[in-house]
């Protein structure tokens, strides 16, 4: 259980840390990485590995 509050603590520091660099507030830093950026890498590495499963069966047919 002390593990998961060490984690808490440091990302929530990280971000308030984020926030006060690019003079935002913590909300905004939140709103970017948990609903813009969070969702575009899970989709990003989606269609890599979409692209992936497809270039890999391509080579197996060849050989």
């Given at each position: 259980?002390?593990?998961?509050n060490?984690?808490y603590?440091?990302c929530?520091?990280?971000?308030?840390?984020?926030?006060?660099?690019f003079?935002?507030?913590?909300?905004?830093?939140?709103?970017?990485?948990?609903?813009?950026?969070?969702?575009f890498?899970?989709?990003?590495?989606?269609?890599?590995?979409?692209?992936?499963?497809?270039?890999l069966q391509?080579?197996?047919?060849?050989?």
């Amino acid at each position: 259980m002390e593990i998961i509050n060490h984690i808490y603590v440091y990302c929530t520091d990280f971000i308030i840390n984020l926030a006060n660099i690019f003079n935002l507030s913590y909300y905004e830093v939140n709103f970017f990485i948990f609903l813009l950026l969070y969702p575009f890498l899970l989709l990003a590495s989606i269609g890599i590995f979409l692209i992936q499963k497809r270039r890999l069966q391509g080579l197996k047919r060849k050989s």
